[in-house]
């Protein structure tokens, strides 16, 4: 099968949708389908290669580290034309989902839609919060959901969303898979060492964008909290992103910074240890709890590492086959 994906984040953007997109085409391709990935340009990101389009974008939009992509060019349309894809899969309602629409009418192919996240919480990089804006947001993203021939669901949370927002095409839950090498083998001992924190120290850790989205400042809120009144807990957290400073700041007013390490990014010499050397595998392996906050998406990718890796139970997730339903079967 031919499979056109269309996605505005993708590698070397570092997030969740990048992630479960590259995360599935691997595995449709070891699977023996061919996959066509158009994605925006990203700073680092080669132009094009064999499996992916680049579309002219605004770069670091907004001031954050999304792309905006000028939707559909005369190298696409020839890309196309050439691959002649049996279905479309959309990983956005906006910008190169409009695209991905136009492209299964014009090929007359079904078109799959996956929910990543609730698009309503991202309305403060347009400079829009309000009530009304975060509305608008939901029924143009469930509306879309209605113009696909199926969707699927990160989770029974999102799936339950759907539905309660008029979604009456079938919703399919399917978790985002994870790779379980990322977790496993990690010398706690070493990293504890580097980062100064004592062997037998409880560490509360966070691993992501560290956005306005994520829901950081309640999460920030509570470390502080059980940071105090457990004076021998450390807190991890590991990621880049707009609230860093934030939250080295309540970190440090509350006088926690000697235990709150807040935001390591690889051109840090603290970032450095945990990037290199597979820094997922290192940081699971000392974390004792992970901290997560996020109401926007719970779709697995990291959800479901962390709880495999940090011993929570959860069973690895491979990325399951996303095209099951009856309408959009070849």
């Not at 389908?33 to 499996?51: M, S, Y």
């Not at 950081?216 to 707009?242: D, M, Q, R, Y």
């Not at 235990?259 to 990037?275: E, I, N, Q």
Request: with cysteine; hydrophobic share 40%.
């Amino acid at each position: 099968m031919k499979i056109a994906m269309f996605t505005n984040t993708f590698t070397p953007h570092i997030g969740g949708v990048a992630h479960s997109v590259s995360g599935l085409a691997a595995r449709l391709r070891e699977a023996g389908h061919e996959v066509l990935i158009v994605a925006p340009e990203f700073e680092g990101a080669e132009h094009h290669d064999a499996f992916t389009v680049r579309m002219s974008a605004i770069e670091n939009f907004a001031g954050s580290d999304f792309s905006v992509p000028v939707p559909i060019g005369l190298e696409l349309a020839e890309r196309l034309e050439t691959f002649r894809p049996d279905i479309v899969h959309s990983h956005h309602p906006f910008l190169l989902g409009d695209t991905a629409l136009r492209v299964a009418t014009r090929y007359d192919c079904p078109i799959v839609f996956t929910y990543h996240t609730r698009y309503e919480l991202y309305s403060h990089y347009v400079g829009q919060t309000s009530s009304s804006v975060r509305r608008l947001v939901v029924r143009l993203a469930t509306g879309y959901c209605n113009l696909c021939d199926a969707v699927i669901a990160p989770s029974e949370s999102i799936a339950a969303f759907l539905a309660e927002h008029g979604v009456t095409v079938p919703v399919s839950v399917v978790p985002t898979g994870i790779d379980p090498a990322q977790f496993q083998g990690g010398r706690s001992d070493i990293l504890r060492a580097n980062l100064g924190i004592p062997p037998d120290a409880f560490v509360a850790g966070h691993v992501g964008r560290l956005a306005e989205e994520k829901n950081l400042a309640f999460l920030v809120e509570a470390l502080v909290a059980f940071l105090t009144t457990h004076p021998s807990v450390h807190a991890l957290i590991v990621g880049e992103g707009e609230m860093r400073t934030e939250m080295r700041r309540r970190f440090t007013e509350a006088g926690l910074s000697a235990r709150a390490f807040a935001g390591c990014d690889a051109r840090s010499v603290p970032g450095r240890r945990l990037c290199r050397d597979g820094c997922f595998r290192l940081f699971f392996s000392l974390g004792n709890a992970r901290a997560c906050a996020g109401r926007s998406d719970d779709g697995g990718a990291a959800g479901g590492g962390a709880g495999r890796a940090g011993g929570a139970g959860n069973p690895a997730r491979r990325p399951q086959w996303p095209y099951a339903q009856p309408r959009c079967a070849q």
